[in-house]
């Protein structure tokens, strides 16, 4: 499985971005994706993830402030980030995960200015 993920940038405080995760794989239905980040001098921590029936989960750092998607017609997984905070800045790759297989796409950097 190839992940390749879109959408990082600059924004203010208090603005949106949204990310996106095209996988290259004919079962991405089974798959279930999720989010991480990485912040400089900080371990890879989850972000959120969903499963391929649909269930989400969060990080309580950005309940209430992001959104996982998917849609299994289009292989992709989307980040919907509002109300982003300068302590959401990292670099944030994509997941997934198919029994004890997993894959990483390359990361894109999010940087939110105070």
């Known amino acids: 499985v190839q992940l390749q993920a879109f959408g990082g940038g600059l924004v203010q405080a208090g603005g949106s971005l949204r990310l996106s995760c095209a996988a290259s794989?004919?079962?991405?239905?089974?798959?279930?994706m999720a989010w991480y980040r990485q912040a400089p001098g900080r371990e890879r921590e989850s972000v959120a993830s969903?499963?391929?029936?649909?269930?989400?989960n969060y990080a309580d750092s950005v309940k209430e402030r992001f959104a996982i998607s998917r849609d299994n017609a289009k292989n992709t997984v989307l980040l919907q980030m509002n109300d982003l905070k300068p302590e959401d800045t990292a670099v944030y790759y994509c997941?997934?995960?198919?029994?004890?297989?997993?894959?990483w796409g390359q990361g894109t950097q999010v940087t939110v200015s105070s």
């Open positions: 997941y997934a995960r198919w029994g004890p297989a997993t894959w």
């Open positions: 794989s004919s079962r991405f239905n089974v798959l279930a």
């Open positions: 969903i499963s391929a029936g649909g269930r989400t």
